[in-house]
Nanobody
Framework: QVQLVESGGGLVQAGGSLRLSCAASGSIRSINGINGMGWYRQAPGKQRELVAHITRLESTIYADSVKGRFTISRDNAKNTVYLQMNSLKPEDTAVYYC?????????????WGLGTQVTVSS
């Protein structure tokens, strides 16, 4: 089992910045099985959507809406993934969830954090 704990959310004015962190914990075997980690968000009344994803080899993908403003990174030694969010807009307001995708030889296993609220005021 892997536990994911997000932090760094909060209230910020439009144009501001926030940095989210997601720390993974669990057994060594569980942690070593993690390949991709990513951030998703869900605004009220909307479906959860991908924000950014990073593989163990640090290949990244971003949603078009955040390209050039958000940067995902990971520290494998700390089992932590970060999301640096700059030039925030009110439409970025959502609960942000961390996701880890692991593989232990029998297919992918999904882990999710509980989420952290990001609110951007206009």
């Amino acid at each position: 089992q892997v536990q994911l704990v997000e932090s760094g959310g909060g209230l910020v004015q439009a144009g501001g910045s926030l940095r989210l962190s997601c720390a993974a914990s669990g057994s060594i075997r569980s942690i070593n099985g993690i390949n991709g980690m990513g951030w998703y968000r869900q605004a009220p009344g909307k479906q959860r959507e991908l924000v950014a994803h990073i593989t163990r080899l640090e290949s990244t993908i971003y949603a078009d809406s955040v390209k050039g403003r958000f940067t995902i990174s990971r520290d494998n030694a700390k089992n932590t993934v970060y999301l640096q969010m700059n030039s925030l807009k009110p439409e970025d307001t959502a609960v942000y969830y961390c996701r880890a995708i692991a593989n232990y030889g029998l297919g992918n296993v999904d882990y999710w954090g509980l989420g952290t609220q990001v609110t951007v005021s206009s």
